[in-house]
């Protein structure tokens, strides 16, 4: 009752507002009017607020959704915490956008409000890849960057990515102050929507030019990429962003025989052929898999709407093709990155997120090179290579789910020079002889066979918001003693900041800002962790199991042998 209250209050200020227009006010009525109050009160129960994405939810009316004036509302907030931040100085700001329903629209909304503030905008004419928009930040010397889009999110969804003046993902205090700002805006005549052309400027093509050239100065083996260049690829942009700069990027680097998912290629909202653009997903990848088969490519790719997450597919000896996950993806990278490696004036050191496998720490240790750990969220990374500039050289970064980096120039998830590394990788392959396969392997029977599972219970909805919180409190206050017969050794939770030791009864603070994510390690070498996601209503739980293997001919059983013990975990930690 409480939050059927609150909507119905929220929705009645709304509905009184002369700022308000008549459409959407004939839809509250509509809402206010209907017998089930569901869907009045998860479109009214709240306010959106900036988690690890940003600002982002289902299209519709309501302050819990992407509109015209939530969307007024956030970029209002930004651009009054811009204008106390930097008082006396030109203050110019960049925005982009993806293929979404309304993203185009979105945008223009926010550069009208940043120049209804005096704050000069540095507009792409037209939809484009998101880490393109963190590289112009730094490139076209803004204090901010804002970018439209809800990244993976099924078609119904939209967001607003807001980035700060280092090309990252704002963190706090910014992100909260933001936060701040936005909660002052008490009425939407507050919002300056009438925008000054005459601080609108466009975004060239020289900016993609000098952005190419930033990938070209990583990529290692040039050589092996001319001797191998006509390596059969096939790419797919999910209906998304990536067209615009994934097929050119891999032509600059030389690349000859890149076949499109041409069903794909057109941008569109609606994502037509998918049931979600989400490449983690087998569905998302069946044409660009189709297309693989047919032209016996050696890799297959596809990338999200906004191009900032690529899945890749390999081919597997027998002619098949492997749907690599995350954590396979970005081993085969950071190996592929640290061996090619030349030392320097600066130690070396690379990036991943607590939920990543630990295989990388195992590589980097055997390259002498420096693992970080950081939060879930690529704005955590990119704090970490603006705390350490100067004092360390930033190699690569990546996560599980699909996001990976390369060098500073870009400071968020960036699929466009992904998909180059990965072209690159498999050119060296081939040079070498081998392939993609064969080198997942080889780092299996070097480093150890480390397997992950990721299982995600959706809960939409204020009810499931409430279930997700329940769940998270009872294993923080009811945590497991054993895990699949495996004896619960430590236990991490970033909430209170505390490490359990549990054969030693011993108790150590760790060094990571507070976060609701607990972390499970057992006897048997497994780690399970379980946070909810900060950009979906889902609780997630990531299972890491790992075996040793002693030659690649036991990949078969080994691997059965995890995914067993994957299955085992899974059933007791939702039992």
Not at 396 to 402: D, L, N, R, T, W
Request: charge should be negative; charged fraction near 25%.
């Amino acid at each position: 009752m409480e939050l059927l209250e609150k909507a119905t209050t929220k929705a009645n200020q709304w509905l009184n507002s002369p700022a308000v227009d008549q459409e959407t006010k004939k839809e509250i009525e509509t809402l206010l009017q209907q017998p089930d109050k569901n869907e009045l009160i998860d479109r009214f129960y709240r306010d959106l607020e900036f988690g690890t994405g940003g600002l982002r939810g289902t299209m519709g009316v309501g302050p819990n959704c992407m509109n015209r004036y939530t969307v007024g509302v956030a970029a209002q907030g930004l651009s009054n915490y811009l204008l106390k931040s930097f008082p006396n100085e030109k203050i110019s700001v960049a925005v982009a956008h993806d293929s979404r329903n309304n993203s185009n629209k979105f945008a223009r909304i926010v550069a009208d409000v940043f120049t209804a503030n005096g704050i000069e905008v540095h507009l792409f004419p037209d939809l484009r890849p998101t880490p393109l928009l963190s590289f112009a930040i730094r490139h076209l010397g803004c204090k901010s960057g804002v970018v439209i889009t809800a990244s993976h999110n099924p078609k119904e969804y939209n967001g607003f990515k807001a980035y700060w003046v280092d090309g990252a993902q704002l963190v706090p205090p910014h992100d909260k102050n933001v936060i701040t700002e936005v909660n002052a805006i008490t009425g939407f005549d507050q919002i300056k929507f009438t925008g000054n052309n005459n601080l609108l400027h466009t975004i060239g093509a020289d900016v993609e030019d000098a952005y190419y050239a930033e990938v070209f100065k990583l990529i290692p083996a040039r050589e092996a990429i001319d001797r191998q260049k006509n390596i059969s690829m096939v790419y797919s942009s999910l209906h998304g962003a990536g067209i615009t700069m994934v097929p050119e990027c891999l032509k600059r680097l030389g690349f000859t025989n890149l076949s499109i998912v041409k069903e794909q290629e057109q941008p569109d909202g609606n994502f037509p052929t998918v049931q979600s653009p989400n490449p983690e997903e087998k569905s998302a990848m069946a044409m660009a898999l189709d297309y693989g088969k047919r032209n016996k490519a050696e890799l297959i790719m596809a990338t999200d709407p906004d191009t900032d997450r690529v899945g890749i597919a390999i081919q597997k000896p027998d002619g098949e093709y492997l749907l690599l996950n995350g954590n396979q993806a970005l081993a085969i990278m950071m190996g592929f990155i640290m061996k090619n490696l030349k030392s320097g004036p600066l130690p070396h050191y690379v990036a991943k997120t607590i939920v990543t496998t630990e295989l990388i720490d195992a590589m980097a240790k055997h390259y002498g090179v420096a693992c970080m750990n950081t939060l879930t969220g690529f704005k955590y990374i990119a704090e970490l290579i603006r705390a350490n500039e100067g004092k360390m050289n930033f190699v690569a970064a990546g996560e599980e789910s699909y996001g990976y980096m390369v060098g500073p120039f870009v400071r968020d998830k960036d699929a466009v020079s992904s998909c180059a590394f990965f072209a690159a990788l498999a050119a060296a392959a081939k040079d070498e002889g081998k392939t993609m396969y064969e080198w997942m392997i080889k780092a299996y029977t070097d480093f150890g066979f480390y397997k992950e599972g990721l299982v995600n219970l959706v809960r939409k909805g204020a009810e499931g918001e409430r279930q997700i919180k329940e769940m998270m409190e009872r294993f923080r206050q009811n945590p497991p003693e054993t895990i699949a017969g495996s004896e619960v050794t430590r236990i991490l939770d970033y909430k209170t900041g505390i490490e359990q030791d549990l054969d030693q009864e011993t108790n150590k603070p760790l060094s990571f800002p507070a976060s609701d994510v607990l972390q499970f390690y057992t006897k048997d070498g497994s780690k399970i962790s379980v946070r909810p996601s900060g950009t979906e209503p889902k609780i997630k739980f990531y299972i890491s199991v790992k075996e040793n293997l002693k030659q690649s001919s036991e990949f078969a059983v080994v691997s059965k042998k995890l995914d067993e013990k994957i299955s085992a975990i899974e059933k007791d930690i939702l039992a």
